[in-house]
Structure formats: structure tokens, C-alpha cells
């Protein structure tokens, strides 16, 4: 039976997975979507690749990414802090003094507190400055090196900020790692509702890994797919907050889904929008066209494999996506959810092949 959507979003965003280490998100979502699929593979770098075969060999492709940004422990000083390095793209300014989460070699998460030393002793023209990411210090409680690798600790461990999934009233989540397990359920309910269909084309939904760290998993990914049509689906900039003006947000929450239209890595082809739109308006589904920002989806990436792939992405807009917690209202869930079920029903007539 199909968890209710608070759990199964609580259920992947709580799961630890920055890019590389990709395993416990992984295996969540694997065993939500294995009744669902003809097959399910994991390929090297560990994109797991969920098919469910239709009426024709021409193939969809809809993908989200399963990595979150992150740390790596890259030294352990003698008196037991920890020092780490950024896995994706962090704002320095906002890490200090949130908690941590390293996953040791035996498989334990162990808390720690990202320290910064007091403002009391910082120089009066140093106050009014950011931090920077290597003066940061993790403190889990250890007084020596020794003990931090007896706890299972070494250079390389990997680490996410601690932030456990909360329902903020009747219709918004918080939560890390929003950028993009809020895609990936978003494609476990369209492997849901799909279920008993029978499609027109054979649909393969792509949990990549690599993305925030340059689109690398979405790249081999859909070398082996191999698709007709693609969609990613992310988790996106959603900035309807005090102190920006209207044009320069990029979504706003309660809107509906996004539809890109320009990003750093990909120009939006045209007939895709249009099918998109339409497909959103003929089944009475809100959406909005995404405001052209910097970053990217792995569309990016998708669309430049082997001689070009007619695709897209859509979104849902979450606030604050790349710092510690992400907010999302669950009606743009739902309607990203609506969206990209449809589109693909109508697939490969809605885009004229
Ligand atoms: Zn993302």
C-alpha cells in the first residue's frame, strides 16, 4: 500500500545521501518502487533505473536526483575536531553553528556541532565578516584524534547538516535535502498512479546520482536509457520571500509546478514547453513559467547525450533550497504530481512524434 504523502516525504528527505554516497536514499526508494516496475537496475556509479514497459519501444525518460549537498571530513586535528570540505554548491555564510550528521564506517550517524569561536573573542573588524568554510571546525565530543577514529571517523566521511523532517501547519513541509528528494517522490507517486496503465511509450524513471556536483550520474544514465523524451524533475528556487522583487523570483510557492524555460545548462526547447503547457491546461492543472536564473537540472546533461534528447524540466518551488532546511507546500506537490502524470499518458503524441 502507498504510504501517505507526509511519511513518504519525511521518509526521503530524512535519508542520508550527499553526492557518492547516495545509499540510504537508495534503498528507500527501491523498495517503494520494486512492486511498481517490469525491472530495476542499479548501474556502477549507482543511478538506480526503475522501467515499466509500453505499447511501444519509444522511451521516456523522467528523472530526478537522489544526491543532497553536503561535507566530506577531509582532516582530524590532534585535540579531535574535525575539519571538512563542501560536496556541492554551499553559501558559506550559512553554515556555522548548525548541527551535523557524519556517517562513520560502520554504518553509525554521529552528531556534531559545526563550531565557530565565540564573538567575544573575535577582533572588533572581524565581527561583521563571514566565516569561512575552512575556519569552520566540527566538534562530536571527542578530546583526541584517537578517538575520533575509534568511532569509525576518517578522512573522507561524509556528512549532511541535521535537520529532521517537520510539517509546518495544514500545507507546508520543512526539511533538508528538499533539492531533490521532493522530485524523487514526486516521481514515485507518478510510478503510483501510473501503475495500471497502459502506456504508449516504455517509461524509465532515472533516481540519478552526482548532480549537485556536476550532472554526473543523469549523464551515463540516460546514455544507457537512451530516451526519446526526458524530464527532470527538481526540487527549485522558489524565492517569493521578503527583500526580493517580483522579477527576480525564479517561482512561487502555490502557483503550481514550473515549467523551465532558460538555465545555465539548458535553453528550453520550445515544442516541449508547449507541450507541457498544454498539457497542464487541457487537464486544468496550475502552473508557472520558471523566471530565468543561474544553475542547472540534469536536463542539462540529458539533452547533450549521444545525438540530442528532446527534453525538459519541471518543478517544484521550495524555499531556501542549498542551506541547511527547505520549506514546500504540499498543493505544488500534488500538481507537479497531476503534471507530469498526464504528460506522460499523453506521451508520444503530446509532442508530435
Ligand atoms: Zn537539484
Given at each position: 500500500?502507498?504510504?501517505?504523502?507526509?511519511?513518504?516525504?519525511?521518509?526521503?528527505?530524512?535519508?542520508?545521501g550527499?553526492?557518492?554516497f547516495e545509499d540510504e536514499?537508495r534503498d528507500?526508494?527501491?523498495?517503494?518502487?520494486?512492486?511498481?516496475?517490469?525491472?530495476?537496475?542499479?548501474?556502477?556509479?549507482?543511478?538506480?533505473?526503475?522501467?515499466?514497459?509500453?505499447?511501444?519501444?519509444?522511451?521516456?525518460?523522467?528523472?530526478?536526483?537522489?544526491?543532497?549537498?553536503?561535507?566530506?571530513?577531509?582532516?582530524?586535528?590532534?585535540?579531535?575536531?574535525?575539519?571538512?570540505?563542501?560536496?556541492?554548491?554551499?553559501?558559506?555564510?550559512?553554515?556555522?553553528?548548525?548541527?551535523?550528521?557524519?556517517?562513520?564506517?560502520?554504518?553509525?550517524?554521529?552528531?556534531?556541532?559545526?563550531?565557530?569561536?565565540?564573538?567575544?573573542?573575535?577582533?572588533?573588524?572581524?565581527?561583521?565578516?563571514?566565516?569561512?568554510?575552512?575556519?569552520?571546525?566540527?566538534?562530536?565530543?571527542?578530546?583526541?584524534?584517537?578517538?575520533?577514529?575509534?568511532?569509525?571517523?576518517?578522512?573522507?566521511?561524509?556528512?549532511?547538516?541535521?535537520?529532521?523532517?517537520?510539517?509546518?501547519?495544514?500545507?507546508?513541509?520543512?526539511?533538508?535535502?528538499?533539492?531533490?528528494?521532493?522530485?524523487?517522490?514526486?516521481?514515485?507517486?507518478?510510478?503510483?498512479?501510473?501503475?495500471?496503465?497502459?502506456?504508449?511509450?516504455?517509461?524509465?524513471?532515472?533516481?540519478?546520482?552526482?548532480?549537485?556536483?556536476?550532472?554526473?550520474?543523469?549523464?551515463?544514465?540516460?546514455?544507457?536509457?537512451?530516451?526519446?523524451?526526458?524530464?527532470?524533475?527538481?526540487?527549485?528556487?522558489?524565492?517569493?520571500?521578503?527583500?526580493?522583487?517580483?522579477?527576480?523570483?525564479?517561482?512561487?510557492?502555490?502557483?503550481?509546478?514550473?515549467?523551465?524555460?532558460?538555465?545555465?545548462?539548458?535553453?528550453?526547447?520550445?515544442?516541449?514547453?508547449?507541450?507541457?503547457?498544454?498539457?497542464?491546461?487541457?487537464?486544468?492543472?496550475?502552473?508557472?513559467?520558471?523566471?530565468?536564473?543561474?544553475?542547472?537540472?540534469?536536463?542539462?546533461?540529458?539533452?547533450?547525450?549521444?545525438?540530442?534528447?528532446?527534453?525538459?524540466?519541471?518543478?517544484?518551488?521550495?524555499?531556501?533550497?542549498?542551506?541547511?532546511?527547505?520549506?514546500?507546500?504540499?498543493?505544488?506537490?500534488?500538481?507537479?504530481?497531476?503534471?507530469?502524470?498526464?504528460?506522460?499518458?499523453?506521451?508520444?503524441?503530446?509532442?508530435?512524434?
Amino acid at each position: 500500500m502507498a504510504m501517505d504523502t507526509i511519511e513518504l516525504l519525511r521518509t526521503v528527505t530524512d535519508a542520508f545521501g550527499p553526492s557518492g554516497f547516495e545509499d540510504e536514499p537508495r534503498d528507500v526508494i527501491r523498495a517503494l518502487v520494486e512492486p511498481l516496475a517490469d525491472e530495476v537496475t542499479v548501474d556502477t556509479l549507482g543511478n538506480l533505473l526503475v522501467t515499466k514497459r509500453g505499447k511501444s519501444d519509444t522511451t521516456f525518460m523522467l528523472d530526478a536526483h537522489m544526491d543532497e549537498i553536503g561535507f566530506m571530513i577531509t582532516w582530524i586535528e590532534e585535540g579531535g575536531f574535525l575539519r571538512f570540505q563542501p560536496i556541492g554548491g554551499w553559501d558559506a555564510r550559512i553554515i556555522p553553528s548548525h548541527a551535523l550528521t557524519i556517517l562513520s564506517d560502520d554504518g553509525t550517524k554521529i552528531k556534531g556541532a559545526i563550531g565557530t569561536p565565540p564573538p567575544h573573542v573575535l577582533r572588533p573588524e572581524d565581527r561583521d565578516k563571514p566565516f569561512k568554510i575552512e575556519d569552520l571546525f566540527v566538534d562530536i565530543g571527542a578530546d583526541s584524534a584517537d578517538e575520533v577514529h575509534a568511532r569509525g571517523i576518517r578522512i573522507g566521511s561524509p556528512a549532511v547538516i541535521a535537520y529532521p523532517f517537520e510539517q509546518l501547519g495544514d500545507q507546508r513541509v520543512m526539511a533538508k535535502a528538499l533539492d531533490d528528494r521532493a522530485g524523487c517522490a514526486v516521481m514515485i507517486r507518478t510510478l503510483e498512479a501510473l501503475q495500471n496503465d497502459d502506456l504508449d511509450v516504455t517509461f524509465v524513471a532515472a533516481f540519478t546520482v552526482q548532480e549537485e556536483v556536476g550532472l554526473r550520474g543523469a549523464g551515463t544514465a540516460a546514455w544507457q536509457i537512451d530516451p526519446d523524451i526526458a524530464i527532470a524533475l527538481e526540487g527549485t528556487i522558489a524565492a517569493d520571500v521578503p527583500g526580493v522583487p517580483a522579477p527576480r523570483q525564479p517561482t512561487r510557492q502555490g502557483l503550481g509546478p514550473s515549467i523551465r524555460i532558460m538555465d545555465s545548462g539548458m535553453i528550453g526547447m520550445p515544442k516541449m514547453i508547449r507541450a507541457l503547457a498544454s498539457t497542464a491546461e487541457e487537464a486544468g492543472i496550475p502552473f508557472q513559467y520558471q523566471v530565468p536564473a543561474p544553475g542547472g537540472t540534469d536536463a542539462g546533461a540529458i539533452h547533450r547525450t549521444r545525438a540530442g534528447v528532446l527534453s525538459g524540466a519541471v518543478s517544484t518551488p521550495c524555499r531556501y533550497i542549498h542551506a541547511p532546511c527547505s520549506v514546500m507546500r504540499l498543493d505544488d506537490f500534488e500538481n507537479t504530481v497531476r503534471l507530469v502524470t498526464e504528460f506522460v499518458r499523453r506521451c508520444p503524441g503530446v509532442v508530435g512524434m
